[in-house]
């Protein structure tokens, strides 16, 4: 990265420009997809206008790709704007975020022979806070229109999850969430319903594994915390998914096409997922976590696939430097 700012970080207007980050909400939609070994940034300029009530983020940017053997570049094409608004006081003891952004690549395929160029508009809201009775929500849904080629873009996705945090022990919280992104339900018929789920951080999404993206999926996730010991949380987690679309294909947390039967599968159920991770605070800068994950392959991905099964152990070790504190 390399940026330069104008205005103070309190001041009540930021300008920035150059190679830098962007971070909105949960990443489910746009993050810096830090968990990489290159994590994403764009080149572009970001206004920041802060006021005492809210925040509003404008800017306009192209994605950096990387490449090998030679300096990553942004553009070829692609053009990356939005809006983001935050109002943290609107509402008592929670957040609402609308928020706009727009998209323009080239070069994609289409759903018939040939590529075309992609004009997508993503319009959505972010509402997190608390409840009563130690409960907390978080909710996220947006819609997309647009074109890309002579097909119409015709899509929508959402996020609701719910947790309760628990008096006594160990500081147990239950946690509930249901995740939807719609299909294509006709491959061959000029309207492409695949929800695009644009630049995120998709790490823990949709799964440990970090194997399902947000696109025509039904993701049902149900797990709890605890925390035995201090600084010491230790988190399971069950996912179940079905495909949205049975003409339409199951996708990475990367959004790329994973598997797909063609003629429609017979079955929409994907598989099922068991995961935990624990970690442990050191010292206020370093941090030690580890965890497991595995995926039980359901009727979809025996038919679409070989099948197998698959785990995902993993050891992490984080040191956050004193300028990030």
Not at 147 to 167: F, K, T, Y
């Amino acid at each position: 990265m390399g940026f330069a700012d104008v205005g103070a970080p309190s001041s009540p207007v930021v300008i920035r420009a150059g190679r830098q980050e962007l971070v909105y909400g949960d990443q489910r939609l746009v993050g810096h997809l830090g968990w990489t070994n290159a994590a994403r940034t764009f080149d572009g300029v970001k206004v920041t206008v802060r006021g005492k009530a809210a925040s509003l983020d404008v800017f306009g940017a192209s994605v950096v790709r990387i490449l090998d053997d030679e300096f990553d570049k942004s553009g070829a094409g692609n053009r990356f704007a939005g809006a983001y608004l935050t109002m943290p006081k609107l509402v008592k003891s929670g957040s609402l975020e609308p928020y706009f952004f727009w998209r323009r690549d080239t070069n994609l395929p289409g759903e018939f022979l040939g590529v075309g160029d992609l004009q997508e508009s993503t319009a959505g809201v972010r509402f997190a806070g608390k409840l009563p009775l130690a409960l907390d929500y978080n909710i996220e849904m947006a819609v997309q229109r647009g074109s890309l080629g002579s097909d119409d873009v015709d899509a929508w996705a959402g996020h609701w999850q719910l947790r309760e945090s628990l008096s006594g022990p160990g500081a147990v919280k239950l946690i509930g969430e249901f995740n939807y992104a719609s299909g294509d339900k006709d491959p061959a018929d000029g309207v492409r319903g695949t929800f695009d789920q644009l630049y995120p951080t998709g790490h823990d999404k949709y799964g440990l594994a970090d194997q399902i993206g947000w696109k025509n999926i039904q993701h049902v996730r149900a797990g709890f915390e605890v925390t035995p010991f201090k600084a010491t949380p230790v988190t399971t987690s069950y996912h179940s998914w079905w495909l949205a679309e049975e003409r339409d294909g199951i996708y990475t947390a990367g959004g790329a096409p994973l598997a797909r039967v063609i003629g429609g599968a017979a079955s929409r159920h994907v598989g099922q997922e068991i995961d935990v991770q624990v970690s442990r605070v050191l010292i206020p800068q370093l941090q030690v976590s580890g965890g497991y994950a595995h995926i039980f392959t359901g009727a979809f991905l025996e038919q679409a696939t070989p099948g197998a099964s698959y785990s995902y152990p993993y050891v992490q070790v984080t040191y956050v430097f004193l300028a990030e504190r």
